[in-house]
């Protein structure tokens, strides 16, 4: 016999597979340790990310994310920034859950670029 959970979110997660750089704020400003990880899935309102190493994170911490994507073989890139909300971890499989915070996520070039 399968149980099924009933899914409980409001939008369908889409699997990807992103690098990301990130780090907590306060006040709007990057500070604490950088981690690495992997945006694993996404959704219109929130992330699942895999990290590189346990992160010492709180649930309520404001996140921001950055996404380097890579446009052509030129050098041509942009860095995607994701403000975000960390919701839930799992520190047994370094997974976190965020929700994204709106209005203040950006594009911009990224270091190096040729753009």
Not at 16 to 44: C, H, M, N, W
Not at 63 to 71: E, Q
Not at 74 to 102: N, Y
């Amino acid at each position: 016999m399968r149980h099924y959970i009933q899914e409980v979110r409001k939008s369908a997660r889409r699997r990807l597979r992103l690098p990301v750089a990130f780090r907590t704020t306060k006040a709007g400003r990057e500070q604490g340790a950088f981690y690495l990880g992997t945006i694993r899935d996404a959704s219109a309102d929130g992330i699942r990310v895999t990290t590189n190493r346990p992160c010492k994170l709180q649930t309520g911490d404001k996140i921001i994310l950055h996404v380097i994507h890579h446009l052509d073989s030129h050098g041509s890139s942009l860095t995607i920034e994701i403000r975000a909300e960390l919701v839930w971890q799992d520190q047994a499989h370094q997974t976190l859950g965020m929700k994204m915070t709106p209005g203040e996520n950006r594009t911009l070039p990224a270091p190096g670029s040729r753009s």
